[in-house]
């Protein structure tokens, strides 16, 4: 028994991980699979009641608290678009226009990728699921397309913490860091097309006499903003909010959180004005399993993620630095540490901002005092690139996991589509990263 105990926090961290993908690979739910492991491994670590009592401290955190109502409700407004007929309207409109399905499909992910939001891609996912009308898509591609393309922009979109705390380490100009990291955007887009989105529409879900041109629809652009109007109010509301509240005292996530849930009620009105006899029918949604097991596996990343942050000891050391710390004393070459620990971060917290904070400190502090721009800027991209695939790989990341349970179906499947996208990404990381090196 001591013997278990005293395994390296890695070997901890990665039984639970290989544990709740076997649980969900035997049936039973993913939250429920996590928040299994997440006790266990609290349990693991040998605080006693102290660490149940921090887990059970987390979820009465403003931040925390606020994230499962918000995911609540963002179902609700997703339900509340279908009834109103709003997403068939905004559908509709986006084929007569663009005609491309595999644009389309993509495109509305990446769209709502440009507004940080906890769980973002739950947004997104009713929109991709209303683009496959001719049940072309198999749920494991639909869950790939919907999650990797929410996330093509947080490589150096500003609104994004994760890029800011990255600049911020990094020590690298706004600018200069801008430069670097766009074209991994572009890197994305193509990995995207080639593994996850290349083939559909080809020949499949056309209608009888349905033609290339758009001479047989009208794009009406005022019927469309009708349509959407709804989600502009959420999105203007959370940016607005996410701005103006830090300056008031209320920062950082909370201050994400709480703009997303002002910005949430009043889409809601938005979206039932006129159509107040569809609002109790809409209702019957918080009715069924699947929006309780969505509520469950929020609690159960909450609580997972408490389970690697708390403090072990006086010092105030946790899992992740303990396997951090671990690798460290390995011994292996510098390259192979600035590869690992963010990778290994990214997959251990599921979020940018977590594998940053990390992982940054100990690879930049490697690197000695003053490091060149070269040197600086080939380490930020190289760090972060392979950070955020442990992050994107991860099955701690909320989106993924959301987005899976969204479309029922376990978050296995999804890897054969993201595997192919995240290795194009590991090595458009290595060629810029030299890239940087030499020419700058």
């Known amino acids: 028994m001591d013997g278990l105990f005293a395994l ?23 939250g429920v699979a996590i928040l299994t492991f997440a006790l266990l491994l609290t349990a693991w670590t040998g605080t006693g009641w102290k660490g149940f009592l921090y887990q059970a401290e987390t979820f009465i955190q403003p931040q925390n608290a606020l994230l499962p109502p918000i995911i609540l409700l963002l ?23 663009l005609r491309k399905k595999h644009i389309i499909i993509a495109g509305l992910p990446a769209l709502v990728g440009l507004l940080p939001m906890p769980a973002g891609a739950l947004f997104s996912a009713p929109f991709v699921a209303a683009m496959d009308e001719e049940k072309e898509l198999v749920p494991p591609r639909k869950v790939a397309i919907n999650y990797w393309f929410r996330h093509i922009w947080e490589y150096w979109w500003p609104l994004y913490p994760g890029v800011i705390l990255a600049m911020q380490y990094a020590g690298l100009p706004v600018l200069t860091y801008f430069l670097i990291q766009v074209p991994f955007t572009a890197a994305a887009i193509l990995g995207g097309y080639l593994f996850i989105l290349r083939g559909i529409g080809k020949g499949k879900g056309k209608r009888e006499g349905e033609g290339n041109s758009r001479e047989n629809s009208v794009w009406d652009p005022r019927a469309v903003f009708a349509a959407i109007l709804p989600i502009g109010i959420l999105v203007l509301v959370s940016i ?8 008031l005292g209320v920062k950082g996530t909370l201050a994400n959180l709480v703009a997303m849930l002002a910005g949430l009620i009043l889409a809601l009105i938005a979206s039932f004005a006129g159509r107040a006899d569809v609002f109790r029918p809409a209702l019957s949604i918080f009715g069924k399993k699947e929006i309780w097991l969505m509520f469950v596996l929020v609690l159960g990343i909450q609580a997972f993620s408490a389970a690697l942050l708390c403090p072990l000891d006086a010092a105030g050391g946790t899992l992740v630095t303990g396997m951090r710390d671990e690798l460290v004393r390995t011994g292996i070459p510098l390259i192979t540490i600035v590869m690992v620990i963010p990778f290994i971060s990214g997959a251990v917290t599921g979020v940018a901002f977590g594998f940053v904070g990390a992982s940054f400190p100990i690879v930049f502090a490697l690197l000695g005092p003053d490091p060149s721009l070269a040197v600086a800027a080939a380490t930020t991209s190289f760090a972060y690139t392979f950070g955020y695939m442990g992050m994107m790989l991860s099955p701690m990341h909320a989106c993924f996991v959301v987005t899976a349970e969204y479309f029922h179906t376990p978050i296995y499947g999804a890897y054969r589509y993201l595997l192919g996208p995240a290795a194009v990404m590991l090595a458009t990381a290595g060629v810029l990263s030299a890239a940087w090196y030499f020419l700058l």
Do not use: V
């Open 75 to 97: 179902l609700f407004f997703s339900d509340s678009l279908k009834r109103t007929g709003r997403m068939d309207r905004t559908i509709a409109g986006l084929k007569d226009w």
């Open 240 to 247: 607005l909010g996410s701005a103006l509240l830090p300056p």
């Open 8 to 30: 390296p926090a890695y070997a901890k961290i990665l039984f639970s991980f290989l544990g709740i993908l076997l649980l969900n690979r035997f049936g039973a739910p993913l």
